[in-house]
């Protein structure tokens, strides 16, 4: 089984998609800290992926898919993977599909996020950076969404909230579509 933890910057899917890996007993990708780690190292892509992330723009697509496909090569044996935020526009399916079974989508508001984010203070947390990938997010990511939605692979979630109580919303949603036991 294969799901996607999504939402916008600062809704907390990384943390909720930590927590369902160990849950669900599911390989965690975590794409944003991937391409993180690769603009910080040595290869020939860094300084390319180091201006997207601190443009606030979605990567190429060939790039991401390509570091998602290694990352899953390097850990056969898993009966599924959680993906923390990739694919995140229309093309990248077409790149290539991870074949998701399940969307889990963490919704909340552009003003939350930014108030969210400015707190956090990670090298791509500042203003003007978070605006546009706040604008990247619902212009090349929403529509995507929509496609799951029509596919009934949706489950929406209110990101307002702790930590934990977003954490019991999703249970809740996946014992709901019998991917958990009570
Ligand atoms: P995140 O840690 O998910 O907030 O991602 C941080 C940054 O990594 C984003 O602003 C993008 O520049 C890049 N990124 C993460 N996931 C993707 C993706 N699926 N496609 C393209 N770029 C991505």
């Not at 969404?145 to 999703?170: A, M, P």
């Amino acid at each position: 089984m294969n799901i996607l933890l999504t939402g916008p910057a600062g809704s907390g899917k990384t943390t909720q998609a930590r927590i369902l890996s160990q849950e669900l007993h599911l390989k965690l990708i975590k794409t944003g800290e991937l391409l993180r780690e690769a603009a910080n190292s040595d290869s020939s892509n860094a300084i390319l992926l180091q201006k997207y992330i601190n443009e606030g723009e979605l990567i190429p697509d060939d790039l991401v898919a390509k570091i998602v496909k290694d990352e899953i090569k390097k850990n056969t044996g898993h009966k599924g993977f959680i993906f923390d935020g990739y694919p995140r526009r229309l093309s990248q399916l077409k790149a290539f599909d991870p074949k998701l079974d399940k969307i889990i989508y963490i919704e909340i508001s552009d003003k939350e996020v930014l108030k969210r984010l400015l707190k956090r203070g990670r090298d791509d947390d500042k203003e003007e950076i978070i605006k546009e990938r706040i604008k990247v997010y619902h212009k090349e990511t929403q529509p995507l969404l929509k496609i799951f939605e029509d596919q009934n692979k949706l489950i929406q979630i209110n990101g307002k909230g702790t930590e934990e109580e977003i954490k019991e919303r999703i249970k809740q949603q996946l014992i709901t579509h019998h991917l958990l036991k009570q």
